[in-house]
């Protein structure tokens, strides 16, 4: 399906076409001293179409007023490869516009369309507006034109068709740009509401999961929990009362064998807000539309299409727990289960008891599990290999997946405050689902003092998180480690400012390798150029701002990238 884009761009070009054949129309006929009338009728067509050619110019012009400028508008009736060009650049913002009145103005421009190609092949034009009878011999010719110039029922039809689309066009045109400031406005708060809420849960988790009193077992220090990380954040999710996280548990790397037996177990943690007696009494009257659990719900093979909100809108969500019971050890009820059991049980928030956790199996991996670090995979040989190692359709949904997960994670225990990407690990040969993994024994560290009281940062790195997350593209941008991209010069009094030091000087080189776009993104994590007093991503204002210049560029560099809308 052609995008709006596109449409206006052919639209464009064809007026032209038309209204240039027409006058050539109109000049043979004048020849023929008899057809004066005629003459007049062809040329009341030909002002019709000018009419009609500026009244859309202008309405595309207010449609696409601070998404394209005057010049780009031009272009758009220069040819289909300009059109295209440019439709990546736009397509997305003039969606957002329109909001669900996008495909009614797509109708809209292409029953325009439709009807000046109707007038072009009812005159026999060709592409470029050439009569092509109009070498016919003399007699042929002269009643060709006769024929199409009786057919003035058809032209008042065509350019009344036209006339209505061009309304209706403007119309919505006008209300769409009215209801944006409302829509966008709406779009932002929503989000906040969910990022506010996905915060609150998995911070939960992390204070249940990793610090708190979930493990009792004696073989506690050997256990790790690696987090799968979502984005979460795109206008097509939906909030739920349960929100889906998905976890590995395994055993330490520098750890031997361990008892119980199991090792590398998926579990899926439903968490929820605890809910009131009389809140329990009205959700119990309504139909339970809980999906059953499948066999296998989690495959570590199949890379998503692209970054997808599965953990917020799972396709099969577990059903709840038959019998709630609070789980004392999750090491010694994963062993007892044998496999069997999916549901263990339910952990809750020792802190302000505020939510509650439901912990299910899901399945244990049948493919060796390795676990390797972003770091480590970018300082492999074969990363700069054609064919191994990262895509670069890879590195970008690493990019997005990361920049969402910053603004969801920071601060909740989870990320720490100077992360790099070390701390970015897979778990699988396909690189599409980062993991960040945390070893039990190291939750008594707070990661959100720890570094900055050991290793304080310059004035210069005005966000820590943000500055990571910039370090972490240019990586990806490379395909090469930070460390590895380090001059004598970037030397510094820390590791962190060595770092800032290094892609500082790189962000030039960004924008020949991946464009604009891209560099004005890892810019923006450098510099943190937001006029915020706060800039913590607990902070609303500074979050917005976060994610409208960093988060949804970097979703539209990949969805241009995968050749997809974004709506």
């Known amino acids: 399906m052609a995008t709006g884009i596109e449409i206006a761009g052919l639209t464009l070009a064809a007026f032209p076409i038309v209204i240039d054949g027409l006058a050539r129309f109109i000049e043979g006929v004048r020849l023929i001293k008899t057809w004066r009338t005629f003459r007049r009728e062809l040329a009341g067509y030909q002002y019709g179409l000018r009419s009609a050619r500026a009244f859309f110019q202008n309405t595309l012009e207010e449609l696409l007023e601070g998404i394209a400028t005057q010049e780009d508008i031009m272009t758009l009736q220069k040819g289909p490869d300009e059109v295209a060009m440019l439709g990546l650049d736009y397509e997305l913002q003039l969606k957002v516009r329109l909001d669900h009145d996008y495909h009614n ?11 000046i190609e109707a007038i072009r092949r009812k005159l026999d034009l060709d592409a470029t507006g050439k009569i092509m009878w109009d070498d016919y011999p003399t007699i042929k010719r002269e009643v060709k034109r006769v024929k199409l110039v ?11 068709q036209i006339d209505k689309a061009n309304q209706d066009l403007l119309q919505r045109t006008h209300q769409g740009r009215r209801l944006e400031p409302s829509r966008t406005k709406r779009r932002s708060n929503k989000r906040t509401v969910e990022v506010a809420i996905v915060r609150s849960r998995v911070q939960s988790l992390w204070n249940t999961l990793i610090k708190g009193k979930s493990w009792r077992c004696g073989c506690r220090h050997s256990h790790a929990a690696s987090l799968r990380l979502e984005p979460r954040l795109w206008e097509k999710d939906t ?23 199991w090792d590398n177990q998926v579990i899926e943690v439903l968490s929820s807000e605890i809910s009131r007696p009389i809140e329990q009494a009205m959700t119990a009257m309504k139909i339970d539309q809980r999906p059953i659990i499948g066999k296998k719900s989690v495959s570590f093979s199949a890379p998503p299409t692209t970054p997808s909100s599965s953990a917020t809108k799972p396709r099969s969500s577990p059903p709840s727990c038959a019998t709630k019971h609070c789980i004392e050890d999750i090491c010694t009820a994963i062993h007892l289960s044998s496999g069997t059991v999916r549901c263990l049980g339910m952990l809750q928030d020792d802190g302000k008891a505020l939510h509650q956790h439901e912990v299910f199996l899901v399945e244990n991996p049948k493919t060796k599990i390795t676990r390797r670090s972003l770091q480590g995979l970018l300082e492999h040989p074969k990363q700069r290999v054609p064919g191994e190692g990262l895509s670069w359709r890879d590195s970008l949904n690493i990019a997005v997946t990361m920049a969402s997960c910053m603004i969801q994670l920071d601060g909740t225990g989870w990320l720490k405050r100077q992360w790099d990407s070390e701390d970015i690990v897979f778990l699988t040969h396909e690189y599409t689902n980062p993991y960040l993994c945390w070893d039990i024994p190291s939750a008594n560290v707070n990661p959100g ?12 790195i005005r966000c820590p998180v943000l500055a990571s997350l910039g370090i972490t593209l240019i990586e990806l941008c490379f395909g090469q480690s930070i460390s590895n991209l380090r001059t004598a010069e970037d030397a510094a009094v820390n590791e962190a400012m060595t770092n800032w030091n290094t892609a500082s000087r790189l962000v030039q080189y960004i924008e020949m390798e991946r464009g604009e776009r891209y560099g004005d993104v890892v810019r923006r994590c450098l510099e943190c150029p937001f006029d915020v007093r706060d800039k913590s991503l607990e902070n609303e204002t500074f979050q917005k701002a976060v994610f409208d210049a960093i988060v949804l560029p970097l979703r539209e560099e990949l969805d241009n990238f995968m050749g997809v809308g974004f709506a």
């Open 150 to 160: 009786l057919s003035k029922k058809m032209y008042h039809e065509l350019l009344d």
């Open 449 to 460: 003092t720890d570094v900055e009281s050991s290793h304080p940062h310059s004035r210069q």
């Open 105 to 115: 103005c797509l109708e809209a421009m292409t029953r325009i369309l439709s009807a």
């Open 239 to 261: 909030h739920e009362e349960r929100i889906r996280f998905q976890l590995l548990l395994s055993r330490h790397p520098a750890t031997p064998e361990m008892d119980p037996s």
